[in-house]
């Protein structure tokens, strides 16, 4: 793969590209799913609801645990009068998905030594978006703090933050790279302002981030199958 050049910045996504993410949210939501089917309901109507719920959630309250833990018990609260579905499976559900929080994030291999190597050559930052104090506070227990020069944690990742990161800073935006696994948050954005981008697949990433690489040929876009790989390309 050609060696992408120029490049003086990186921007690293972080859930699900620097660490395992939506992983804990799609097992807690095919859980919360398989109680309402054992409870009596159809399967397709129990996803319907979930979903339904989760949109509105997501568009008036944002991102992150907290607001994933508000649609589980919205849900139950409107769905439980008419299922019986057992409050201890409930209980069992959301202390599962809690741990999670507690005994993570944990990297994915090799991101903490391609980062520092990579830190060498290049300008470190990440770029994430949910909760400011959620975020934070998973990028300083990984210990992705001490690897790049700054991180921003914005409420949603769109063209426009982009546009906003690069005049901000001064940076030029050939001159930048961002690194991450949606296309919709990572990918597309980063192209349409004129960046280089890499794009890593991940199998769970969260379903209302799917989206098609906008143009799977773009000279300036580099798709690889492992983050190691990144030391290929820089």
Same mark, same amino acid.
């Given at each position: 793969?050609?060696?992408?050049?120029?490049?003086?910045?990186?921007?690293?996504?972080?859930?699900?590209?620097?660490?395992?993410?939506?992983?804990?949210?799609?097992?807690?939501?095919?859980?919360?799913?398989?109680?309402? $089917?054992?409870?009596? @309901?159809? /399967?397709? #109507?129990? !996803?319907? =609801?979930?979903?339904?719920?989760? *949109?509105?959630?997501?568009? &008036?309250?944002?991102?992150?645990?907290?607001?994933?833990?508000?649609?589980?018990?919205?849900?139950?609260?409107?769905?439980?009068?008419?299922?019986?579905?057992?409050?201890?499976?409930?209980?069992?559900?959301?202390?599962?998905f809690k741990e999670h929080r507690s005994n993570g994030p944990?990297?994915?291999?090799? $991101?903490?030594?391609? @980062?520092? /190597?990579? #830190?060498? !050559?290049? =300008?470190?930052?990440?770029?994430? *978006?949910?909760?400011?104090? &959620?975020?934070?506070?998973?990028?300083?227990?990984?210990?992705?703090?001490?690897?790049?020069?700054?991180?921003?944690?914005?409420?949603?990742?769109?063209?426009?933050?982009?546009?906003?990161?690069?005049?901000?800073?001064?940076?030029?935006?050939?001159?930048?790279?961002?690194?991450?696994?949606?296309?919709?948050?990572?990918?597309?954005?980063?192209?349409?302002?004129?960046?280089? =981008?890499?794009?890593?697949?991940?199998?769970?990433?969260?379903?209302?981030?799917?989206?098609?690489?906008?143009?799977?040929?773009?000279?300036?876009?580099?798709?690889?199958?492992t983050f190691r790989e990144l030391t290929g390309i820089l």
């Open positions: 793969m050609e060696p992408i050049k120029g490049i003086r910045t990186l921007i690293f996504d972080a859930d699900d590209t620097l660490w395992k993410n939506n992983f804990y949210f799609v097992e807690a939501t095919e859980a919360f799913i398989a109680m309402w $089917v054992a409870a009596g @309901m159809e /399967e397709s #109507a129990a !996803r319907q =609801a979930f979903l339904e719920f989760e *949109k509105k959630a997501v568009r &008036e309250r944002g991102y992150g645990s907290e607001n994933f833990l508000y649609i589980l018990q919205g849900l139950w609260e409107r769905l439980s009068p008419r299922y019986p579905a057992p409050p201890q499976t409930m209980e069992q559900i959301i202390e599962r944990v990297l994915f291999e090799g $991101v903490k030594e391609t @980062m520092t /190597e990579l #830190a060498r !050559r290049y =300008a470190l930052y990440v770029l994430t *978006k949910g909760r400011y104090d &959620e975020q934070k506070g998973k990028i300083i227990r990984a210990g992705i703090d001490k690897l790049v020069r700054d991180y921003f944690i914005v409420p949603e990742k769109d063209i426009t933050v982009y546009r906003e990161l690069l005049a901000s800073h001064n940076w030029s935006s050939e001159q930048v790279c961002m690194v991450g696994n949606s296309p919709k948050s990572d990918i597309n954005p980063a192209l349409a302002c004129g960046m280089h =981008a890499v794009y890593i697949p991940y199998e769970h990433t969260w379903h209302l981030d799917h989206d098609a690489v906008s143009d799977p040929h773009h000279p300036r876009l580099r798709t690889l199958k």
